[in-house]
């Protein structure tokens, strides 16, 4: 079945720098490949997905790539904020004819002021 | 807020006890599920339901029952739990479970088992 590696586990940088979180997949068939924030308290919310046929996709400071020869897909988040300190989470779907999420472990960002 | 609301956000049960968490969209979907959150671990899929149908599986014990009596409405019964059961269990709903739509979570219930 479909594995998702992400690294780095933990992720400090200073308000204003960039921040870029790796993943890999297992499953060449996946077709699709959210990103997730995940809040104190709160469940994780999507800020931005990528599919197959795409390589780039980008929404405000957000912007996720994908290459799909390698099976990996980043998330990077420029000009970053203390509000964006949270615990980010990659994954992706295989194509089983149902949408079953394969996360990663996780990534939690620090951005200090 | 996502629309997903579960009851109740905190619970401590013993091992020889039965409860249940329920879990309520408001979003008109069709498709639900249940995870698991532990720490350090990514989060498990264990049910998927599609217009009240479970779909999917994800080989969890039997100590765990779901139950989708219609679209918006879905619980899970917990039996005779294990310590290591004590995670975050997170409820998300899709308006289609065979496309990838963007899954909306709720808050989650923490369970603690003791």
């Known amino acids: 079945g479909e594995n998702v590696e992400q690294h780095p586990s933990t992720l400090s940088v200073q308000e204003g720098d960039s921040a870029v979180i790796k993943c890999t997949y297992s499953?060449?068939?996946?077709?699709?490949f959210p990103w997730y924030k995940q809040e104190l308290g709160k469940g994780p919310q999507l800020i931005i997905d990528?599919?197959?046929?795409?390589g780039e996709k980008k929404d405000q400071r957000i912007a996720v790539t994908l290459n799909k020869t390698a099976k990996h897909f980043s998330l990077h988040i420029t000009e970053t904020q203390p509000e964006d300190s949270a615990v980010y989470f990659c994954?992706?779907?295989?194509?089983?004819?149902?949408?079953?999420?394969?996360f990663g472990t996780g990534t939690r960002l620090l951005v200090s002021p | 807020e996502t629309g997903v609301t579960q009851t109740p956000r905190h619970l401590v049960m013993g091992m020889t006890n039965k409860k249940s968490l329920k879990c309520e969209q408001h979003?008109?979907?069709?498709?639900m599920y249940w995870y698991k959150q532990s720490a350090k671990k990514p989060l498990e899929l264990m049910f998927v339901?599609?217009?009240?149908?479970?779909?999917e599986n994800n080989s969890v014990p039997s100590r765990f029952s779901p139950e989708c009596p219609n679209s918006s409405h879905l619980f899970l019964h917990l039996h005779t739990l294990q310590p290591e059961d004590s995670a975050l269990y997170l409820c998300?709903?899709?308006?289609?479970?065979?496309?990838?739509?963007?899954?909306?979570f709720g808050p989650g219930t923490r369970l603690t088992v003791t």
């Open positions: 979003l008109g979907h069709n498709a």
């Open positions: 339901y599609s217009l009240e149908e479970r779909v």
């Open positions: 499953d060449s068939a996946s077709n699709y």
């Open positions: 990528i599919r197959s046929n795409v």
């Open positions: 994954a992706a779907t295989p194509n089983t004819g149902f949408q079953k999420l394969v």
């Open positions: 998300a709903s899709s308006q289609d479970p065979d496309f990838s739509y963007e899954q909306y």
